[in-house]
């Protein structure tokens, strides 16, 4: 092999795994969880690589590119819409976004979004 076809896989080689690793976690998406004060167990999951979230003491709040989610003690919040009501009692709450569409599941069960909201 040439010195120069040397020189240039020493650099494409790298480049390319770099290119691989960072396409494959921004296709992976991210995850954000933890229990509240009151006990409820939230965890959103997101295709989405950037992925916030804050707790008080019976209120998560996660926040993504394009959407903010907040988990109330009785109700699933989208950018100011209530979309679903949960039940008070509900232990584990599931949120999560794939393609901008969200999903709740509470205590394994989907539940199901308010009539009218799309």
């Given at each position: 092999?040439?010195?120069?076809?040397?020189?240039?896989?020493?650099?494409?080689?790298?480049?390319?795994?770099f290119t691989?690793?960072l396409a494959?976690?921004?296709?992976?998406?991210g995850?954000a969880?933890?229990?509240?004060?009151?006990?409820?167990?939230?965890m959103?999951?997101?295709?989405?690589?950037w992925?916030?979230?804050?707790?008080?003491?019976d209120?998560a709040t996660?926040?993504?590119?394009?959407?903010?989610?907040?988990?109330?003690p009785?109700s699933?919040v989208v950018?100011?819409v209530?979309?679903?009501?949960?039940d008070?009692?509900?232990?584990?709450?599931?949120v999560?976004?794939?393609?901008?569409?969200?999903?709740?599941?509470?205590d394994?069960?989907?539940v199901?979004?308010?009539?009218?909201?799309?």
């Amino acid at each position: 092999m040439s010195k120069p076809r040397i020189k240039t896989l020493l650099i494409a080689v790298p480049l390319l795994a770099f290119t691989i690793l960072l396409a494959t976690a921004m296709l992976a998406g991210g995850g954000a969880g933890g229990v509240l004060q009151s006990g409820r167990s939230v965890m959103a999951n997101s295709d989405t690589i950037w992925l916030s979230s804050t707790f008080s003491y019976d209120t998560a709040t996660i926040e993504m590119p394009g959407k903010k989610i907040v988990v109330n003690p009785t109700s699933l919040v989208v950018d100011g819409v209530t979309v679903a009501k949960i039940d008070k009692d509900a232990a584990d709450v599931q949120v999560r976004v794939k393609r901008g569409v969200v999903t709740l599941v509470a205590d394994g069960a989907p539940v199901p979004t308010l009539p009218g909201v799309p």
